[in-house]
């Protein structure tokens, strides 16, 4: 009887360390550099964009990621603009021998800050304002295997929100799993 009870005990941890193996989370980290081409309330530009982001892998095909984007920094005659967003959002994955193909869905919160002419000739003055937005995020790429741990990324991402705000930006990542 104690030798059932010992191989039962030794199933049972055997299937635990097995599900612990299956359910161990993956981390990435990712630094990415794009090209962003932005509206806000009648203005618009391109500019040279940045972000940082965390990923978690949630289930086999999907990831959540949190990360910060810096969208624009812009400077003319005057006026200045910067933009920049914090958002959540889950990737859905397909992978292959060379990589992952994903969708990302997500929610942001961009601020916008600007200072512009707003005087006349004999009186000038400048007004600001910061901003923040609610909005809404959509991205399309590809992780492309470097190596075990590193992948390059190539992403398209639309995010669009309150005040006739949107942005496209196309970018060119490295990421970096921790597991």
């Given at each position: 009887?104690k030798?059932?009870?010992w191989i ?5 941890a ?5 599900f612990?193996?299956e359910?161990?989370p993956?981390n990435?980290g990712?630094?990415s550099v ?6 806000f309330?009648?203005g618009?530009?391109?500019e040279?964009a ?6 978690h892998?949630i ?8 990360g910060?984007?810096?969208?624009f ?5 005057g006026?200045?603009?910067e ?5 959540l ?21 961009v601020?916008?800050a600007a200072t512009?002419p707003?005087g006349?000739e ?6 600001s ?15 492309y ?10 992403e398209y ?5 309150e005040?006739?705000f ?7 990542g490295?990421?970096y799993?921790f597991?």
């Open positions: 009887m030798q059932y009870l039962a005990g030794a199933l049972v055997g299937a635990l360390v097995c612990k193996a359910a161990a993956e990435y990712l630094v794009g090209y962003t081409d932005f509206e309330d009648g618009s530009d391109r040279v940045y972000s940082v982001a965390y990923g892998k289930h086999r095909q999907w990831y959540a990621e949190a910060y984007l810096n969208l920094d812009y400077s003319d005659d006026a200045e603009a933009g920049e967003a914090l958002y959002a889950v990737l859905g994955k397909a992978s292959s021998t060379t990589g992952e193909l994903f969708y990302k869905l997500g929610v942001a919160r601020d916008v512009i707003c006349t004999t009186a000038s003055a400048s007004c304002f910061d901003n923040g937005i609610a909005a809404g995020l959509i991205g399309l790429g590809f992780d295997y470097v190596s075990q741990n590193s992948m390059v990324r190539f991402t639309y995010i669009g929100g005040d006739s949107s942005t496209n930006m196309l970018s060119l490295f990421r799993n597991n």
